[in-house]
């Protein structure tokens, strides 16, 4: 009967975890939603060099921000790697970050008066912790970084 307890207290956990974790991500991918849209005019290109209209200033200008993962993210893909394919919960924590570190670096292109950023770039970088016996945490930085012109 302790082992049903048990066993039903962990199952509650993850059914929680994944409730309330699901309800955040659809959050965060509703506020991204809306922040590319108010950031629209913002023009954002790949290129090395400038578009050849003069402008005043030019500024590096970064967005970045950390993402980690959750216990039901990590128990889905634990689960997923045994039969292997696709890591689905892992791609919406990376689009959601790479989304994320874009709008960063346009506000602060906004926020400098540019309305362009060009020789725009992606930095992805895996932090995690390992303890004694552990496996650690899954997080990740993204940084998105390019040249701002002010005109």
Do not use: C, W
């Not at 309305?115 to 990740?140: C, D, H, I, Q, Y």
């Amino acid at each position: 009967m302790e082992l049903l307890i048990q066993i039903g207290f962990v199952a509650l956990l993850l059914l929680v975890g994944l409730v309330f974790g699901r309800a955040a991500e659809k959050r965060h991918f509703r506020d991204i939603e809306r922040r590319e849209a108010e950031f629209a005019n913002i023009l954002v290109f790949n290129e090395r060099t400038p578009p050849q209209r003069p402008f005043r200033q030019a500024a590096l200008v970064v967005g970045s921000v950390v993402v980690a993962e959750d216990y039901f993210k990590r128990m889905a893909a634990a689960l997923k790697s045994l039969v292997g394919g696709r890591l689905t919960a892992y791609e919406s924590l990376m689009d959601r970050g790479r989304r994320e570190a874009i709008l960063r670096m346009k506000a602060e292109a906004r926020a400098r008066g540019a309305r362009v950023v060009f020789n725009v770039r992606f930095e992805t970088a895996s932090l995690a912790e390992a303890k004694a016996g552990a496996r650690p945490m899954f997080s990740a930085e993204f940084i998105a970084y390019g040249t701002a012109l002010v005109e």
